[in-house]
Nanobody
Framework: EVQLQASGGGLVQAGGSLRLACEAS????????IGWFHQAPGKEREGVSC????????YYADSVKGRFTISSDNAKNTVYLQMNSLKPEDTAVYYC????????????????????WGKGTLVTVSS
């Protein structure tokens, strides 16, 4: 069974940092684009950032550009999301997913043909 495991969430004060990790197992990591998505209470799930493991293409939503950095360690089958300068509006459950391809359109990130979702990790940013 293909699996993604997200970790690293927690409670942090505004202005603080967290690093999320998404570890993949039982699939060829380099065949996928791995994206991070978040869902705040009462809102739809939105793309945050995405990285293509095969060619390194990277996408960020406008809301996180300059604050978040996505990276991958193909040897560990792990994608990281370094989140700096966190804001209360970043509070959400963060999910990682494996997609065929990601795109950035009008400041938003989209994952296409998502094959697998990981369980979410909660990020809470206090003001």
């Amino acid at each position: 069974e293909v699996q993604l495991q997200a970790s690293g969430g927690g409670l942090v004060q505004a202005g603080g940092s967290l690093r999320l990790a998404c570890e993949a197992s039982r699939f060829t990591f380099e065949d996928y684009a791995i994206g991070w998505f978040h869902q705040a209470p009462g809102k739809e799930r939105e793309g945050v950032s995405c990285i293509s493991s095969s060619d390194g293409d990277i996408y960020y939503a406008d809301s996180v550009k300059g604050r978040f950095t996505i990276s991958s360690d193909n040897a560990k089958n792990t994608v990281y999301l370094q989140m700096n300068s966190l804001k209360p509006e970043d509070t959400a459950v963060y999910y990682c997913a494996g997609a065929v391809i990601c795109t950035e359109e009008s400041g938003s990130v989209y994952g296409h043909d998502i094959d697998v979702w990981g369980k979410g990790t909660l990020v809470t940013v206090s003001s």
